[in-house]
């Protein structure tokens, strides 16, 4: 049974970084894509960035503008996502997911239960 757990979250401060990270356990995942969404107050779910296993391609949001970064360990089948310069408008809860594709990981497999990151201005 495949599951995905992320950590990192927290309160912080604008202008703050963080590292979220998302611990994938249950299978080999060396041929997945893996990806990281999140959810706003109020908002739709929103795609923010996915990477494939290996860490060789990545492909992000148009949004993002270069403060977030994606990322993986493959020997500790975790993906993180690094988020620089926080703005009040990233609070969300983000998802990590495994993903059909690559490009806006349009269809998911499976999900995480999500990780709050709320930023104080």
């Known amino acids: 049974q495949v599951q995905l757990v992320e950590s990192g979250g927290g309160l912080v401060q604008a202008g703050d970084s963080l590292r979220l990270s998302c611990a994938a356990s249950g299978r080999t995942f060396s041929r997945d894509v893996m990806g990281w969404f999140r959810r706003a107050p109020g908002k739709e779910r929103e795609f923010v960035s996915a990477?494939?296993?290996?860490?060789?391609?990545?492909y992000s949001a148009e949004f993002l503008k270069g403060r977030f970064t994606i990322s993986s360990d493959n020997a500790k089948n975790t993906v993180y996502l690094q988020i620089a310069s926080l703005k009040p408008e990233d609070t969300a809860v983000y998802y990590c997911?495994?993903?059909?594709?690559?490009?806006?990981?349009?269809?998911?497999?499976?999900w995480g239960q999500g990780t709050q990151v709320t930023v104080s201005s």
């Open positions: 990477i494939t296993w290996t860490g060789t391609t990545t």
């Open positions: 997911a495994i993903c059909q594709s690559l490009v806006g990981c349009p269809e998911v497999g499976s």
